[in-house]
């Protein structure tokens, strides 16, 4: 009998996406990617508490004591400035300097690998290359590396039909990540209760 994934398999054995990022899309993208990054976050955190010791340190030295408001308000300061630069501006300054990324994305995604293509490129990618997917309701992101330019986001958006989107979602699990949760779409339907309604 056949398996719920081999009935997927046998409506189509790809799946073809076209899409161009925007910045916006681009940025909430990246900003997620961070956001569950443990290891970024982590590295963040330990530099802002060195760097708000050091302000402390700083002012004992030279003997140049404000108020504590004051070293309240100026640590916020910086922390909101560094948020900015690190989940903004870096992220902007990417999409904005590279045009790969504002491109439109030719991708065919089978078991054998993905073809990617772009007006300046065409290459095959092997499954290998990727190590997690993470998603939320917008986005899949691939990733291939532990800095910004090494993820490949996938927009949800671009998905023709969800049964295109089911047969994607398997092909990740088979080649890149076995934990990847169920969608609502792949799980069997599950009757409440086998008893007839009662209709008195």
């Known amino acids: 009998m056949a398996s719920k994934e081999d ?19 681009y940025l909430s993208a990246v900003r ?3 956001f569950h990054s443990t290891e970024t976050l982590a590295r963040l955190i330990a530099v802002y508490v060195l760097v708000s010791v050091g302000f ?27 948020f900015h630069a690190y989940f903004v501006d870096l992220p902007r300054r990417y999409f904005r300097s590279d045009p790969k990324f504002r491109a ?21 990618i092997a499954w290998s290359l990727y190590t997690r997917v993470i998603e939320n309701d917008r986005f899949y992101i691939m990733l291939y590396g532990k800095n910004i330019p090494s993820l490949s986001i996938i ?6 039909t969800s049964k295109e989107e089911i047969l994607f979602r398997q092909m990740l699990r088979r080649h890149v990540d076995q934990t990847l949760k169920l969608s609502d779409g792949e799980r ?4 409440v209760s086998f008893q007839p309604p009662d209709w008195r």
């Open 32 to 34: 997620f990617y961070m």
């Open 188 to 191: 069997e339907y599950a009757p």
């Open 7 to 25: 009935k997927m398999m046998s409506y189509t054995d790809r799946v073809h996406l076209r899409f161009s990022h925007t910045e916006k899309e």
């Open 56 to 82: 402390f340190v700083l002012n004992a030295l030279l003997d140049f004591i404000l108020p504590l408001w004051a070293n309240v308000a100026l640590i916020l300061c910086i922390g909101v400035a560094w």
């Open 104 to 124: 439109e994305y030719d991708l065919t995604f089978t078991d054998a690998g993905i073809q990617f293509k772009t007006p300046d490129i065409n290459s095959s």
């Open 155 to 160: 927009p949800k958006r671009a998905f023709p």
